[in-house]
């Protein structure tokens, strides 16, 4: 079955700077990977999705992220953190053992300092 | 449209109490997920129906869990009796579900506190 790892449940960046949020999957399969972000008290929602028609792929809010065969890895990213990013992000990978259904990993929640 | 809708946003059981969450999903979409999210587990799949008729509830944690969706607009988790470890917050996701790039629609999410 198909996995990701996050690594880092909190990452802590200043406005303006770099934001990397670091995904490792494990698939068996080309893996069909999401990122999701969840701001407080709300419910999940989708930044980007990873179909294999582009290794670089654009989401909203400005984030993108690549995904790299050689190194099992969708890593999130964003030129220069806004406040308004402090969220907490998910990576995510579909799984088709016994029907189709997403598999999240853990959680990275990210802080940005004034 | 309106999204997932979940109901009631919030709520307060006593322990040995019935508990029954609500999810209406995106109309047209055929694949529903329940997920509980704890700070100590993270986000959960419990269980996910498609075309009304439940695949995969594998993750559903005991016998006092349980889910049904009668229609293709209308589900419920039921937990029966309730206790304090099922204080979490409960997510209902729908999509099309037709293939492995669909992403999934979360509703608002359902605070669950059992005292």
Known sequence: AQSVTQLGSHVSVSEG??????????????????WYVQY???????????????????????FEAEFKKSETSFHLTKPSAHMSDAAEYFCAVS?????FKTIFGAGTRLFVKA | ?????????????????????????ISGHNSLFWYRQTMMRGLELLIYFNNNVPIDDSGMPEDRFSAK?????FSTLKIQPSEPRDSA???????????LNTEAFFGQGTRLTVV
């Open chain 1, 40 to 62: 407080p008290n709300q419910g999940l929602q989708l930044l980007l999705k990873y179909t294999s028609a582009a290794t670089l792929v654009k989401g909203i809010n400005g």
């Open chain 2, 89 to 99: 917050v409960y997510f209902c996701a729908s999509s099309l579900g037709l293939t």
């Open chain 1, 17 to 34: 700077a770099l934001v990397l949020l670091r995904c490792n999957y494990s698939s068996s399969v080309p893996p069909y990977l999401f």
């Open chain 2, 1 to 25: 449209d309106a999204g997932v809708i979940q109901s009631p946003r919030h709520e307060v059981t006593e322990m040995g109490q019935e508990v029954t969450l609500r999810c209406k999903p």
């Open chain 1, 95 to 99: 799984d088709q053992t016994g029907g």
């Open chain 2, 69 to 73: 969706m009668p229609n293709a607009s």
